[in-house]
C-alpha cells in the first residue's frame, strides 16, 4: 500500500513540487498517474523510492513509514519495489535471462531459486524463446518486456512503470499495458506513469490527475473496453 497524508515537497530550488497531497493506492490496484511535465509525477515516484524526502507530511509505502526509515533500511524498501524505466535499461552485455537474473543475484538469492524464478518470469512476459537473446537483438516492445520481467522477478508488492511505452511503437503499446494489466490481475500493484492519454481513456480505472503539484482528478472512469 502507498499513502501520502497531507504531503508537501519545496526543492532547495524554492520550487515547491508537490502542495499537501493526500493519495492512497490499497494493495492490488491499478492506478495511472498522468500530468503534463513538471506537474510532480516525478517528485512523487522519488517520493515512493525514497530518493527524496517530504517537506512535510507522512508517506508510508509497503508498511514502511518513510520519514522514519533509517538509511540501512532503504535497500530494503526497495527489494518490495519493482521499476519499469522508459528507456529499458538493460545491460547489453547480458542476455535476457542474465538481465533478469542479475537483480536476483544482487541480493544474493539461492541459485536454485534463480534457475526456476527466472525462466517462470520471462515466459509471464512471452519472451522464452528469447532467453539467450541479448537486447540489440530485440524490438523496443520485447525490451520493455524484459524491463518488466526484471521489475517482477523479485516478485514485488508494487510496480512503478515509467512512461513505460514511451520508446516503443504506439501499436504494442496497448501490448505492454495489457501485460501489466495481467499482472496486476495475479495481485501486484501498478503504479503507472503516463502522458499518454489515448491509452488511459482505452483501459479506464483509476485515474490519478496531478497539476502544478495538486492532485486534481482522482476518480475510477470506464474504458472502452467497458463500452462494448
Do not use: W
Amino acid at each position: 500500500m502507498v499513502e501520502l497524508k497531507n504531503v508537501s515537497v519545496t526543492y532547495n530550488t524554492g520550487v515547491d513540487a508537490l502542495n499537501n497531497v493526500s493519495l492512497k493506492i490499497n494493495d492490488g490496484e491499478f492506478a495511472f498517474v498522468v500530468g503534463s511535465s513538471g506537474a510532480g509525477k516525478s517528485t512523487l515516484i522519488k517520493l515512493i523510492l525514497k530518493e527524496i524526502d517530504a517537506t512535510s507530511g507522512v508517506v508510508m509505502v509497503n508498511g514502511y513509514n518513510l520519514s522514519r526509515l533509517k538509511k540501512k533500511k532503504i535497500p530494503e524498501l526497495r527489494r518490495t519495489i519493482g521499476f519499469v524505466f522508459q528507456n529499458f535499461r538493460l545491460i547489453p552485455t547480458m542476455t535476457v535471462y542474465e538481465n533478469v537474473a542479475f537483480v536476483l543475484r544482487v541480493i544474493d538469492a539461492p541459485r536454485k531459486y534463480i534457475r526456476k524464478r527466472v525462466p517462470y518470469v520471462i515466459s509471464l512476459v512471452g519472451l522464452q524463446d528469447k532467453s539467450n537473446a541479448y537486447p540489440n537483438e530485440l524490438s523496443g516492445g520485447e525490451q520493455q518486456r524484459v524491463a518488466i520481467a526484471r521489475a517482477l522477478v523479485n516478485d514485488p508488492q508494487l510496480i512503478i512503470a515509467d512512461e513505460p511505452t514511451g520508446n516503443i511503437d504506439p501499436e504494442l503499446s496497448y501490448e505492454i499495458v495489457e501485460l501489466l494489466k495481467g499482472i496486476n490481475d495475479c495481485g501486484t500493484t501498478i503504479l503507472m506513469v503516463t502522458h499518454e492519454h489515448d491509452l488511459v481513456r482505452h483501459f479506464g480505472g483509476r485515474i490519478i490527475n496531478i497539476n502544478s503539484g495538486s492532485i486534481v482528478f482522482d476518480e475510477v472512469i470506464g474504458g472502452a473496453n467497458d463500452e462494448a
